[in-house]
């Protein structure tokens, strides 16, 4: 079914539909994260996985040939991309448990800022005046979130700054993996490439919750509809529609209008997990935002 839906996402519905139903699909994965009890990794796993599975028998049915066109660079890029994705759900699902859904979301969110980093220092591409103000504000932006609780002695969740770090490092693995998946995005097209990156995504994270011991079975039926949720909304709804908006939309307006997730997520916690954000921490999200909008709307 997730597959039909796809198909007639692809046809019938515009660029514009496409992404407001993204940006609500992507909005709920924090939520998801904070609802499931099993290992982040383990949930970071299925959520890959499922999503994977789903999109196979359209992958298998009409783009088999393209697969085979694929060679050893691409394959690379590939391969650096789905790790990149991978530490990036391990990351950003662990800072759920530490920090705010407000602040977490908000510092995943900043990987344009990274993007624009990596793209100075490994593409040669330029850095504007806008770019270079928008990663400053985010930063003052950022700076505010994570101090301003401690000092003001108002924490949501155990450990606030270790969440931060783990979101912000969430956010530079998301750059990577979009670094990373730039030349292999302009050769193949939207489903072979994300059952490629996906299929390299979740070997990375099987490996991790070997390595880490966690188990891979034994979870309650609550889990395993978690565990799909994910997949089906963030994951097929979400980023995979994403990926197919960038091919009619520019990519700046993506990005600007992705910054609608963390204020999806911030109303979801208030809701549903009665989780309400500081002062600081909306002060400091407002300032993050409008600095990855001044980063994003530049390119």
């Known amino acids: 079914m997730a597959v039909d839906l796809l198909q007639t996402l692809e046809n019938e519905v515009s660029p514009a539909a496409g992404l407001a139903v993204a940006i609500v699909a992507i909005s709920t994965a924090a939520i998801l994260v904070r609802l499931t009890t099993a ?18 028998p359209l992958a298998g049915w009409k783009y088999r040939t393209e697969f085979a066109r694929i060679g050893r660079r691409d394959l690379a890029f590939a391969t650096l991309s789905g790790i990149a994705l991978a530490v990036h759900f391990v990351a950003w699902f662990e800072s759920l448990a530490w920090t705010s859904v407000a602040a977490s979301v908000t510092l995943v969110q900043a990987q344009p800022l990274f993007v624009a980093l ?26 505010t979130m994570s101090v301003g609780d401690l000092l003001g002695g108002v924490l949501v969740g155990p450990d606030p700054m270790l969440g931060n770090a783990l979101a912000l490092l969430g ?34 994270l099987l490996v991790i919750v070997l390595a880490q011991g966690a188990p891979l079975t034994g ?4 889990e395993w509809l978690i565990f799909a949720g994910l997949a089906l909304g963030p994951g097929l709804f979400g980023h995979t529609v994403i ?36 002062l600081f921490t909306m002060l400091g999200g407002a300032v993050v935002l409008f600095g990855i909008g001044l980063t994003a709307s530049d390119r």
Request: glycine share 6%.
């Open 171 to 204: 956010a530079v693995m998301a750059a990577g993996y979009v670094l990373a998946g730039r030349s292999l995005r302009q050769r193949v097209s939207l489903i072979p490439y994300v059952v490629v990156v996906y299929g390299v995504c979740s070997a990375v």
């Open 118 to 143: 990596g793209a100075w220092l490994l593409l040669s591409e330029r850095l504007s005046t806008r770019i270079v103000a928008g990663i400053l504000v985010a930063i003052a932006g950022m700076v």
């Open 39 to 56: 290992p982040s990794s383990v949930a970071a796993l299925y959520r890959v996985l499922f999503t994977t599975l789903a999109l196979l």
């Open 243 to 278: 990926n197919w908006v960038l091919a009619h939309v520019e990519s700046s307006t993506v990005s600007v209008s992705l910054l609608a997730e963390p204020v999806g997520s911030t109303v979801l916690a208030l809701v549903f997990l009665g989780e309400s954000p500081t």
């Open 219 to 222: 979870y309650a039926p609550r």
